[in-house]
């Protein structure tokens, strides 16, 4: 890190918001100056989306009239227009009635239809829309799939089986005693309950002892076991710790004993430090990525860690398995990952509290190894979405992180708009998504980035400098708008300059 007179150090805390990372440009040349957001006449939250192969994005959520939630998707043409083909005029609403068409999660069967998963405070929902929009109603009754519960349930996710069986997972509360417990279930390919599944359809595991389970994601492995992860409160850790846990099913809903203890794996970082997992990512050698944050005292860092078969972490990556961003102190989380065509990983999520903004959101890049890609965001690997390019609305975090077959990163996050229109869904896209190679130039030996620069300028000196190195940045019109002493630095040194 640099050296700053103390008036500048004064001045970057309170105006250089991206010393986490570099600030992000949207590409203008999606929807509307790089992003779009439904213009309901109720407000719209998203939850999560995927990219179909001629790269356009169907977002999916949930429109609030009334006070009624509505199960919705929204599909965008590649350069982020509304698709006139789909629903009306991009957007297909359901109304499941009261608070049940709150969508958490959406996954897509090969021949185009949508599973959406919703629920109220007693039911989990899965409902099923044609391609182009429209309730599927051979699914289930008149569309939907309703598996009975009780107070406390709480969907979280859903994914596809090979043979068009659909998986569920939650929690719900078993009693007030031994907290939330984990369920998973299975529906067959119309919709009804898979009753050779588990017991009678479903599997409702008790993962830590007297703990409150909160399950993240569940994945179908490449050899058709089951893996749902998640985080165990309380338990046989304690009473303030959080280990993450795997269980692992074999396809007809028994734990698999292979795996872990007895199917199960229940696991820390080390002493009071927990990995917090958002969501997965399954890789072809029947492993795993993890999105989510590490855990310390009363900080959060964003982490992504990847998992072996066997359910250890994975050495090849970052070293020991887990890639961690940015310095404790902060409330950080990484939310949603997706991987791109090489194998490297994009990555999404809000930070809290960071001086003094409420929240911010940022995207990132890590190379398929779990190394930092310091071209795309500095040393942290990050881009910080600049409020400015949102006209400097309010921000709710990114829900979702996509892919297109151009590598470029698609976000979804909520954005208050105010006024008749307020909370909307968005979808935006970040201009500069193709490793940061392009971003960088050779300067007076110098290997600077990102080129063109905003707040936060990298220089890397390929060889040693002297003590007396200084290092001017001017502006296309030739005037100086920064001056340093950069020097000494060892050969290979990289300097930051705010």
Not at 36 to 54: F, I
Not at 114 to 139: A, E, H, K, M, N
Not at 181 to 198: C, E, K, P, V, W
Not at 463 to 481: F, K, T, Y
Request: hydrophobic residues 40%; negative net charge; contains cysteine.
């Amino acid at each position: 890190m640099s050296r700053l007179s103390s008036f500048a150090s004064a001045f970057l805390l309170l105006t250089a918001l991206p010393a986490i990372g570099q600030w992000s440009a949207l590409d203008p040349t999606f929807g509307q100056n790089g992003y779009v957001h439904l213009n309901t006449s109720g407000q719209s939250h998203g939850s999560s989306g995927v990219v179909l192969p001629d790269d356009r994005v169907v977002v999916a959520g949930s429109l609030i009239i009334n006070n009624d939630f509505w199960a919705a998707v929204a599909r965008f043409l590649p350069d982020g227009s509304p698709d006139p083909t789909f629903g009306a005029g991009g957007v297909d609403s359901v109304d499941v009635g009261g608070t049940m068409g709150y969508v958490v999660d959406m996954a897509r069967q090969p021949d185009g239809r949508l599973l959406l998963l919703s629920s109220s405070s007693t039911f989990y929902l899965v409902l099923r829309i044609l391609p182009d929009g429209g309730i599927d109603q051979s699914f289930g009754s008149n569309g939907v799939s309703v598996f009975p519960g009780g107070m406390g349930y709480v969907p979280v996710a859903v994914a596809l089986q090979a043979d068009g069986k659909v998986l569920v997972t939650g929690r719900y509360n078993s009693n007030s005693t031994s907290g939330s417990r984990t369920l998973l279930y299975r529906l067959n390919a119309d919709g009804s309950l898979d009753t050779g599944f588990g017991i009678n359809g479903s599997v409702q595991q008790d993962i830590g002892t007297l703990g409150r389970e909160y399950p993240a994601d569940v994945l179908v492995l490449p050899d058709g076991d089951l893996l749902m992860a998640g985080n165990v409160a309380y338990g046989t850790f304690g009473a303030t710790q959080f280990p993450y846990f795997f269980a692992r099913y074999t396809p007809d809903g028994t734990l698999d004993n292979t795996f872990g203890t007895g199917g199960l794996l229940l696991d820390s970082l080390g002493t009071d430090l927990y990995l917090i997992m958002t969501e997965l990512i399954g890789q072809t050698n029947g492993g795993w990525v993890a999105a989510g944050g590490v855990a310390e005292g009363d900080s959060t860092r964003c982490a992504v860690a990847r998992f072996l078969p066997n359910g250890m972490l994975d050495p090849a990556f970052a070293s020991d398995g887990v890639r961690t961003l940015v310095q404790p102190g902060r409330q950080f989380q990484g939310v949603s990952i997706a991987q791109r065509s090489d194998g490297s990983i994009l990555f999404g999520g809000w930070a809290e509290n960071v001086m003094g903004v409420d929240y911010v959101e940022f995207v990132g890049h890590l190379e398929a190894n779990g190394t930092i890609d310091t071209a795309y965001g500095g040393p942290t690997g990050m881009q910080v979405l600049d409020p400015a390019a949102f006209d400097n609305h309010l921000r709710y975090g990114i829900t979702g992180v996509l892919a297109q077959s151009t590598d470029k990163l698609v976000g979804i996050s909520d954005i208050e708009y105010g006024g008749t229109t307020g909370r909307q869904l968005t979808v935006f896209r970040v201009e500069q998504l193709a490793t940061g190679v392009q971003e960088r130039e050779t300067l007076a030996g110098l290997e600077v980035w990102p080129v063109p620069v905003h707040d936060v300028l990298f220089v890397r000196c390929p060889s040693a400098l002297g003590p007396d190195a200084r290092l001017q940045v001017l502006d296309v019109q030739g005037r100086l708008v920064h001056g340093e002493r950069i020097g000494p630095m060892p050969t290979g040194g990289t300097v930051q300059l705010n």
